[in-house]
């Protein structure tokens, strides 16, 4: 019993391990990028001229600020490799990865669809855009009955055309209009 | 004296001026309590509707909107997690916590409550002791700017989240993400990619709406359906006790004055505003406790410094505006453009030329904070429905509220592209536990930072060592690095031989 006890123990920490060298590996990657993009937009930045008038041109300023985040990033990365060798372990990296991505499934769909409709938006105007939007994502989050149906496209109608016209009428504010439809 | 008290409060308290101020109080906390809508972007649509007012009818229904908007920020920080200004970020850390934990009654009680007291103690400093403070507040040149901003950064970062690199990087990114676009000082494109998105720059409020409110939204229908009972944010019982909240408020003075204090003066430098002060005070109450561990946890000391300093700022605010015609804010200048729209010049003579409109103005202060706490006390419980309003119903209008506060500050299609990558980069920040209030901060401060680094090299001649023999600029840049050091310290000391952990976690 013992034996079986420190064994399912033994089984967590390196679970444990794994999963957090996993994470650290993420990190690793973000410091990696945001790092090599700063060197780039540091030599971007260095291509701006110079002033005549003061002793900071337009560049110098951002290239001191990427030139520090690069370092920043170097710093934090070497010890995030540290971290990841102490830990030993580095497997499950795909798993983890689906695993990560099944989680998240709903937040994804739902800023895809935030870019569908923000695609759309010029096009078909606030109104009709905002009610297809608002329709799929509610019926998507709740899922779909007849009594989520009635109650999403209610809330899609006062959300968008209702909202459409509460801008206008009052705040004078025109949101977008589309080249298909006004509203 | 005396007597322009009393013209002002004659005015102030005319039948028609306290429904006015009524309705802008119950507009700006509606409109703050819905995240991507600032209390700049409220009193931006009120400015048109207040010409047909006298001048201080109309600056007391703005001022009005200003109080409610503060207090309204406290609502979606709350029960959303999603801080309404940039102002309740901090209120996001304790407040949240406290409403997830089955308390968000208490957590809103406390806010308002807090925003009240911080009001009326900024309110009677402003008009006891506005003359030297606003001097001081003056006196600072570019480079006690630039280090009172590298100091407030440094904070920030290591305030907030779990590790203190991360959050630097994150208030460097912010500070990067600040540069790009026209130059502050001559208009000089500056890394746009000769990009029609990005020639304009990215407007602070942009970032803030996509980094928070964005983020926050995709956050919300994580694991959708595993985690959640019925699908409502908040879905536990609400206990709501507002006079013994109010007694609780209370009895935590020193935080409540302290809090109130950093806010007066964070609100009466220019520049500086609520979005430093809650950030500042609660710092300054999470040191100061006998229990900071508790801070980040739902504890009332977090939230009543939170919102007491971001209040306080709205006092503090006027007293360079009214004292020397220097708006402290945006909103401040929002203000101060109603004023100059009735034909009233707003500067050292406005107290001398104008008593009763300024002692006005102080008087309508009090009297939007009263109604403020009035209106919020009263129907608190409606916003608390928030809390019974199902996932599905909630995300996809507040992402539309969203969408329409980020498309009506420019008008801008292409402001609404820039919102969706910051939301899907603040979603990422999130998820590898990168601190978000650095980034909004360093995005908000850049370009004030870099003004003020060039203005300060300019006037020295391009010599940097003006920024370190400046008595009060050293003192800033030692305390950002000693604040650095000591939280490197404080990382290592519980378990030897790792500075590597402080790096690290």
């Not at chain 2, 000089?188 to 709406?209: C, N, Q, W």
């Not at chain 2, 370009?447 to 391009?462: F, K, Q, V």
């Amino acid at each position: 019993m013992t034996n079986g006890t420190e064994k399912s123990a033994a089984a967590d920490a390196s679970a444990s391990a794994a999963s957090r060298a996993r994470t650290e590996f993420a990190r690793l990657i973000s410091y990696i990028v945001f790092g090599l993009g700063s060197v780039y937009l540091s030599l971007r930045a260095g291509e701006l001229p110079t002033s005549r008038w003061e002793p900071l041109g337009a560049g110098s300023f951002p290239q001191l600020v990427f030139a520090v985040l690069a370092v920043l990033c170097l710093i934090t990365a070497v010890r995030a490799i540290i971290d990841i060798r102490k830990a030993g372990r580095l497997d499950g990296l795909l798993e983890g990865l689906c695993g990560w991505l099944k989680v998240r499934r709903f937040s994804f769909a739902l800023f895809g669809l935030l870019v569908v409709y923000l695609g759309v938006l010029p096009i078909a105007g606030f109104s009709l855009a905002t009610f297809v939007f608002l329709l799929i994502t509610q019926l998507m989050i709740a899922g779909i009955s007849k009594k989520t149906v009635i109650q999403s496209v209610i809330a899609a109608l006062i959300f968008s055309v209702g909202l459409n016209l509460l801008f206008a009428e009052v705040f004078n504010v025109f949101l977008p209009r589309g080249m298909l439809f006004a509203g | 004296m005396l007597d322009a008290f009393l013209a002002g409060a004659h005015q102030v308290f005319a039948f028609d001026t306290l429904i006015y101020m009524l309705i802008g109080s119950v507009a700006g906390i509606v409109a703050a309590a819905i995240p991507g809508f600032t209390v700049t972007m409220a009193i931006i649509l009120t400015l048109p509707l207040t010409f047909t007012m006298g001048p201080l009818q109309g600056v007391s229904v703005m001022l009005s909107v200003y109080v409610g908007g503060y207090t309204g920020g406290l609502i979606s920080a709350a029960l959303l997690g999603i801080p309404g200004t940039p102002s309740s970020v901090a209120t996001t850390f304790d407040a949240f916590p406290m409403a997830r934990g089955g308390e968000p009654g208490r957590a809103l009680s406390l806010g308002v409550w807090s925003s009240f007291f911080g009001t009326i103690i900024s309110t009677i400093i402003l008009i006891v002791a506005a003359p030297p403070l606003a001097l001081i507040a003056v006196k600072l040149g570019p480079w006690e700017y630039f280090s009172l901003i590298v100091f407030a950064l440094t904070i920030v970062a290591s305030l907030v989240g779990n590790s203190l690199m991360r959050g630097l990087i994150a208030g460097v990114i912010g500070l990067g993400l600040a540069t790009i676009g026209p130059d502050p000082m001559m208009g000089r494109p500056r890394l746009t990619f000769e990009s029609d998105i990005l020639m304009p720059g990215l407007p602070f409020l942009i970032v803030l709406i996509g980094i928070f409110a964005i983020s926050q939204l995709m956050g919300e229908v994580e694991d959708h359906g595993k985690s959640d009972k019925k699908g409502a944010l908040i879905p536990d019982v609400i206990e709501f006790k507002t006079w013994a909240v109010m007694r609780e408020v209370l009895m935590h003075p020193v935080n409540l004055v302290r809090s109130s204090l950093i806010g007066v003066f964070i609100g009466a430098l220019p520049g500086a505003g609520g979005s430093i002060a809650n950030l500042l005070a609660y710092d300054q109450a999470k040191r100061s406790s006998k229990n900071p561990e508790e801070f980040g946890k739902g504890t009332p000391d977090g939230v009543i410094a939170s919102e007491a300093g971001n209040s306080a700022t709205a006092g503090g605010g006027l007293i360079p505006m009214i004292a020397l015609g220097i708006p402290g804010s945006a909103v401040d200048a929002i203000l101060m453009a109603a004023l100059m729209v009735h034909g009233i010049s707003v500067g050292p003579r406005l107290i001398m030329d104008n008593a009763d409109l300024a002692y006005g103005m102080f008087v309508a202060m009090v009297v939007a904070s009263l109604m403020m706490l009035v209106v919020c006390v009263l129907s608190m419980r409606l916003f608390l429905r928030v809390t019974d309003i199902p996932k599905q119903f909630i995300v996809p209008t507040v992402m539309i509220c969203c969408v329409i506060g980020a498309f009506a500050l420019n008008n801008r299609v292409t402001d609404l592209y820039l919102l969706g990558a910051i939301g899907l980069v603040g979603y990422g920040l999130k998820s590898l536990d990168y601190p978000l209030a650095p980034l909004v901060l360093g995005v908000i401060l850049g370009p004030i930072a870099e003004t003020n680094l060039r203005r300060g090299l300019m006037l020295s001649d391009g010599n940097f060592a003006a920024f370190v023999s400046n008595p009060i600029a050293a003192t800033f840049l030692g305390l950002a690095l000693a604040f650095v050091l000591w939280q490197l310290y404080s990382a290592v000391r519980p378990r030897s031989g790792a500075i590597a952990q402080a790096l690290r976690t």
